[in-house]
């Protein structure tokens, strides 16, 4: 059950700059935050940066948190789009590929080979 007095006093302290408020976010929200993260970066070095990402953005944000939903509903949101925006750019893509038989999946003139992957063999 969520606890609106809590929350809004969360709030309030960040709203008032309160930096030891970072703090008490982390400890309060930090696990969910990376666990969710997690589950959409699929490695922990990853799964930290959005986690701290988020963090800051809430931080930073705060005034624009209206309290229609829960504060948890907001960061959750947040913590999705962020997760998103790192796996839609294009440094957290691999450049290069190599087939399980070794052969690069681009060709020796840099064009992109056509092969279809198969589906993993659980």
């Known amino acids: 059950m969520r606890d609106v007095v809590a929350e809004r006093a969360l709030i309030e302290r960040f709203q ?5 408020a970072v703090a008490d976010l982390e ?6 935050i990376y666990q969710l993260a997690f589950r959409y970066m699929k490695n922990s070095e990853d799964a930290e ?5 988020v963090l800051m953005k809430v931080f930073k944000k705060v005034s624009a948190f209206r309290g229609d939903a829960a504060l948890t509903s907001w960061i959750y949101r ?6 998103m925006s790192r796996l839609r750019n294009a440094k957290f893509s691999r450049s290069l590929e190599v087939l399980e038989d070794g052969r690069s999946f681009f060709s020796e003139s840099g064009e992109r080979e ?7 063999d659980w």
């Open 78 to 83: 947040i913590t999705f789009n962020t997760a």
């Open 49 to 53: 940066e959005v986690t701290q990402d």
């Open 16 to 20: 008032a700059g309160e930096a030891a």
């Open 114 to 120: 056509s092969y279809k992957r198969e589906p993993a």
């Open 27 to 32: 400890s309060a929200y930090g696990a969910k």
